[in-house]
């Protein structure tokens, strides 16, 4: 696969988890009275973390907390986006290049950037997870009842040592 195709692929991936995601953010039709004034209530702390790290923060009046999340998670995703721009272009050079050498270097090059590139998305991943399960203890800890009928976030540990991170929606 080409790296274009793979972009292209790598996009249509997110455009589905985002309408996936914004499907489950929506209350679902029907239902008794209780259960609609349940589900229309208002754009919570964890949904906003959940869009942008650092916005549940900062609903929260944790200003500085939300505005480190925030700054953190665009700083990992322009490292990303920077590593991919400077991958793609030595990747047209390794296509142009005309001697075993020069192919090599660029090649070596490409490899190089797009290991930076996946790690700048593994920190930003990493920067999501850790927003999410700050805002999970903040909201937690101030109101237990509003939390079960919300967005419930947690770690789980496997009986053959893995670990999970889980996100739980409840309507």
Request: proline share 3%.
């Amino acid at each position: 696969m080409s790296r274009r195709n793979a972009a292209e692929s790598g996009k249509r991936k997110g455009a589905v988890l985002a309408v996936l995601l914004a499907a489950a953010l929506l209350p679902l039709p029907g239902g008794s009275a209780e259960e609609t004034s349940s589900t229309e209530r208002r754009f919570g702390p964890l949904e906003k973390s959940l869009l942008l790290p650092g916005w549940g923060q900062i609903s929260e009046h944790r200003a500085l907390k939300g505005a480190a999340f925030i700054a953190a998670e665009l700083a990992c995703l322009a490292g990303a986006v920077y590593h991919n721009s400077r991958g793609n272009s030595n990747y047209g050079l390794y296509q142009k290049a005309t001697d075993a050498s020069s192919a090599s270097r660029y090649r070596d090059l490409v490899e190089r950037h797009d290991g930076r590139r996946n790690a700048f998305l593994l920190a930003a991943a990493a920067v999501w997870a850790a927003n999410l399960l700050d805002i999970h203890l903040i909201v937690h800890r101030r109101d237990r009842e509003a939390h079960a009928r919300s967005l419930s976030v947690g770690i789980h540990h496997g009986p053959s040592r893995e670990i999970s991170l889980f996100v739980g929606c409840r309507f």
